[in-house]
T-cell receptor
């Protein structure tokens, strides 16, 4: 299902580097989310956006920033990557009034 | 106490058996509940949603909700090896518009 796409799918970077993960969707959904997943910790919310002008911090936003360039695009940046940001990152979307979230394929990030 | 709790497992069942996955939540005002399945290295996919007390059946899957006891469960009948995955319970918080996920239960179905 290519309705929610994430780029890159895999990324290796070094400590201190700035990197950007991108998410695009063709579902027409107004709400977008960024999660990270670590073994045994489930999905943790980093940032979420209910529309282009609405950006909110999640439970683990420190060290991350986001940009909602358009309704269909939501980017996550790591300003200065550190090894404990090594994780699997997922973008998700939903529609106002419907709680179901739909996930992108994920980006596997390794910070050396 | 975590807001949504699941036993991380692994839960191991033989092929053809019923797998029972459980989830408890702390916010008594929660109204919407979801089960996602996640294969290793893949993204979560929605398999069931439930909003009212009782059972909801979809094929081999049955979701059960008991708001008084604050638990939601997922039963998988006639378990198949292809059901081997991690199952994530999620609870929707209407006051924030966020889904809160449990840490997931790993299910292993052995042939």
């Amino acid at each position: 299902d290519a309705d929610v796409t994430q780029t890159p799918r895999n990324r290796i970077t070094k400590t201190g580097k700035r990197i950007m993960l991108e998410c695009s969707q063709t579902k027409g959904h107004d709400r977008m989310y960024w999660y990270r997943q670590d073994p045994g910790l489930g999905l943790r919310l980093i940032y979420y956006s209910f529309d282009v002008k609405d950006i909110n911090k999640g439970e683990i936003s420190d060290g991350y920033s986001v940009s909602r360039q358009a309704q269909a695009k939501f980017s996550l940046s790591l300003e200065s990557a550190i090894p404990n940001q090594t994780a699997l990152y997922f973008c998700a979307t939903s529609v106002r009034g419907q709680e179901t979230q739909y996930f992108g394929p994920g980006t596997r990030l390794l910070v050396l | 106490q975590k807001e949504v709790e699941q036993n991380s497992g692994p839960l191991s069942v033989p092929e053809g058996a019923i797998a029972s996955l459980n989830c408890t939540y702390s916010d008594r005002g929660s109204q919407s509940f979801f089960w996602y399945r996640q294969y290793s290295g893949k993204s979560p996919e929605l398999i069931m949603s439930i909003y009212s007390n009782g059972d909801k059946e979809d094929g081999r899957f049955t979701a059960q909700l008991n708001k008084a006891s604050q638990y939601v469960s997922l039963l998988i009948r006639d378990s198949q090896p292809s059901d081997s995955a991690t199952y994530l319970c999620a609870v929707y918080r209407s006051n924030t518009g966020k889904l809160i996920f449990g840490q997931g239960t790993t299910l292993q179905v052995k042939p």
